[in-house]
């Protein structure tokens, strides 16, 4: 198992780091003496040895950055040590919206496969990660009948406070986010300004909008969150988000902190943060590895309205050998019809290298039709 070794570090409470050795995979204990700007590394430890700790918290916040298989796989490790301890366990998932709690609540029923769960969902549209970095995950959840939480905010309502803020939401919309919510959590302002400044044509006015999107996503997942749990008193949750939300407390666990008693729990993986005081609770040691390569067919893609053109090719593409030419517009792939970009990905999300596509594109209106061997 990848991560049987994982390494731990609980980061002490000092006000600064000063420079040292960084602790990495191979490290296996280590106590630093402690003094004024000294980073007091109270342990390192393997992952087993703080799941008693985990096993007291109501809620272990789990942070990654999305496209690392790795984090995926050191968040699917602490699930399955939690799962054996606890059998009121739950998953939140930022990757999911609240809308589509139904659909997951189907899946882990054994009621619909992955295919019709993503489709559902309109994973490719509103998440559009590679779905094979978390399939591991939800496929351990399904099979254990752990339930699987939507914890996200619709998309067309934070879609719609960036461009005009919160303040600006129908009533429709104000009745489905929260009514309570904090801007002024210590460092929180400070945190994401740096993320929105990297944006060209930045304003004070955009930034308020920006800052309303951030605070929809933490106090929405928090809330969602307290809600399961507060209404499941025996459950414990891990929630899985991406590190912004977790780092320093500032987004989900000191929102969700607020609105239940017992402990909130937060772990980071060191190639996804800087290694301070503070950033967690615990930092992740995973091996680094890598998701087995897509089967692809090489084509570069534009999505007009109502369809998918092919506008060029990747060197040595499946899909230009197959025959498939420039501005032919995609109609079917192994039978699914084609009207978008998301529609492709449903249509290949689980294939391999050297899979077989049936393929029907429409050139000058003539429906022509080719098998690609994907690359």
């Known amino acids: 198992m990848l991560c049987a070794g994982i390494n731990l570090m609980a980061l002490g409470g000092c006000a600064q780091l000063t420079p040292m050795a960084q602790a990495g ?8 003496a402690s003094g004024p700007g000294v980073l007091n590394l109270n342990r390192v430890t393997g992952l087993s040895q703080i799941i008693p700790e985990l096993k007291k918290a109501r ?6 950055s ?30 999911f919206q609240q809308p589509f709690q139904p659909v997951l609540d189907q899946y882990i029923a054994g009621a619909i496969d992955e295919t019709t769960l993503l489709e559902k969902t309109e994973y490719f549209k509103r998440w559009k990660y ?78 308020e909008n920006f800052m309303d999107v951030q605070l929809l996503w933490d106090e929405g997942m928090a809330e969602r969150a307290a ?20 780092a320093w407390r500032t987004g989900i666990p000191t929102r969700l902190q607020r609105r239940i008693s017992g402990k909130v729990v937060t772990i980071l993986n060191s190639d996804a943060i800087k290694l301070q005081p503070g950033v967690a609770d615990y930092v992740m040691f ?3 590895k890598q998701l087995p ?14 369809y998918v053109e092919a506008v060029g ?46 393929v029907t594109v429409l050139r000058k209106n003539r429906p022509l039709s080719f098998r690609v061997v994907l690359k």
């Open 25 to 32: 995979a191979g490290a296996t204990g280590a106590n630093y």
């Open 59 to 64: 809620a272990v916040v789990v942070g990654e």
């Open 66 to 95: 999305h496209t690392y298989y790795h984090h995926h796989l050191a968040q699917l490790d602490v699930i399955k040590r939690l799962a054996a301890e606890n059998p009121h366990l739950v998953i939140g998932l930022e990757m």
């Open 130 to 207: 590679d779905y094979r970095l978390y399939a591991p995950i939800l496929r351990y959840a399904r099979e254990h009948h752990i339930p699987l939480i939507a914890l996200n905010i619709d998309k067309a309502i934070t879609t719609r406070a960036g461009k005009a803020g919160i303040a600006a939401l129908s009533n429709k919309d104000k009745a489905r986010i929260p009514a309570e919510m904090d801007r002024h959590v210590p460092g929180y302002e400070e945190r994401i300004h740096p993320i929105f400044d990297q944006h060209a044509g930045s304003s004070k006015h955009s930034f």
């Open 227 to 246: 809600g399961y749990l507060n209404q499941h008193p025996e459950s414990t949750m891990v929630i899985l988000a991406g590190a912004g939300h977790v």
């Open 286 to 288: 995973p091996a680094e």
């Open 293 to 306: 390569k897509a089967g692809m067919m090489g084509i570069f893609l534009d999505e007009k309205d109502q």
């Open 313 to 358: 090719f990747s060197d040595d593409s499946s899909g230009k050998q197959a025959g498939i030419k420039k501005g032919d517009r995609f109609d079917h792939i192994n039978g699914r019809k084609i009207g978008e970009i998301a529609d492709i990905r449903l249509a290949l999300w689980d294939k391999q290298p050297g899979d077989v596509v049936d």
